[in-house]
Every structure is written in structure tokens, then in C-alpha cells.
């Protein structure tokens, strides 16, 4: 048997490597608020939190500027990524929230939620409940409705966020 020896504290930067090992699909949370498109870019969602009440989760920095404003929506909408949308990934997640949505045609739903097309899945959801968790807010969403695009013959693979690159997915 080996003994390890482990750190007192780990670091960030230590973390930071830990978690890029696991990759994640990535996400905009987006909802139009007071005229004006919003949204995050998230690579935390955790999809199935529950099935009943049908719940997602959604980790956001505590530092965000922009979740407080999306918090209020009566709606949000959930697009995940495409693989092909790694360049539109990196400008909605621009630190300048005005050119976030520059060229982008968002779709938005009489209550609000926004979704950006050419995504391989939609969720449309509110607000359940928000837990303080360190430097982070998880928000819990309640799922109003979905669309993982087999309807309309959509065949994109996600995008995800892999040793700290967006990257597609591929399954073999």
C-alpha cells in the first residue's frame, strides 16, 4: 500500500488544472431584459438534477454582472453549443457585454427566455431556487420546455470545454 501525502490547502491554479480534465459541454443562459439582449456563457450545467420537478443546475461566479440582471427574467433560455460554435462561444463570453451579441440574430420568446440558433438542444426555463456555494450561485432552473432539435433533423455535435479549450465532440 502507498501512503500519499497530501497539500494542506489546494490552490486554485491546482483546481483549475484538477477540473480541466473533465470536460463539459458549454452553454448560454440568455434572456432579453428591459429591450436589451443578455446572456452567460456557462460550461457548469449539470443536466438531470431532477426529473420531477424536471431541474437543471447552472454554476455562475458570484462576481458576474450579468446574472443579476438574468436572475430577474421571467425566463431563460438554455442553448447548448455546437461544436461549430466555438468562435460564438468566446464572443458571448466576452467581458464587453454590448458587442456580445454583434451579428448574432438571438431567437426570443414572448416571456423573454433567448436562444441562439444552430445549437443541438433548447431548454426554456425559470428561475426554482439559487444556493450560495463559495465564490459561485448555483442557480437550479426549472425546465418549462425542450427542443433537442431530432424534430427538425438537427445533427450537431456539442461543444464542450476540455484542458481549458472549447473543443467538439466526437464519439466513436
Not at 9 to 25: I, K, M, Y
Not at 32 to 43: F, I, Q
Not at 65 to 84: K, N
Request: aromatic residues 6%; glycine residues 10%.
Amino acid at each position: 500500500m502507498t501512503t500519499i501525502a497530501r497539500a494542506a490547502a489546494v490552490s486554485p491554479d491546482a483546481l483549475r488544472e484538477t477540473f480541466s480534465h473533465f470536460p463539459q459541454g458549454v452553454a448560454l443562459i440568455g434572456a432579453e431584459v428591459g429591450g436589451t439582449p443578455l446572456g452567460l456563457v456557462a460550461s457548469t450545467v449539470t443536466a438531470g438534477v431532477s426529473l420531477d420537478p424536471p431541474l437543471i443546475s447552472v454554476a455562475v461566479q458570484a462576481s458576474s454582472s450579468t446574472w443579476p440582471l438574468l436572475r430577474t427574467a421571467p425566463a431563460l433560455g438554455v442553448s447548448l453549443l455546437g461544436a461549430h460554435q466555438s468562435q460564438l462561444a468566446r464572443q458571448l463570453a466576452s467581458k464587453d457585454r454590448a458587442s456580445r451579441f454583434a451579428g448574432v440574430d438571438p431567437e426570443i420568446t414572448a416571456d423573454g427566455a433567448l436562444t441562439i440558433p444552430g445549437g443541438p438542444a433548447y431548454l426554456w426555463t425559470s428561475l426554482y431556487n439559487e444556493v450560495e456555494a463559495g465564490d459561485h450561485t448555483v442557480a437550479l432552473l426549472e425546465i418549462l420546455d425542450t427542443d433537442s432539435g431530432v424534430a427538425t433533423g438537427a445533427d450537431t455535435d456539442a461543444l464542450v470545454f476540455h484542458r481549458s479549450e472549447f473543443k467538439g465532440m466526437t464519439v466513436s
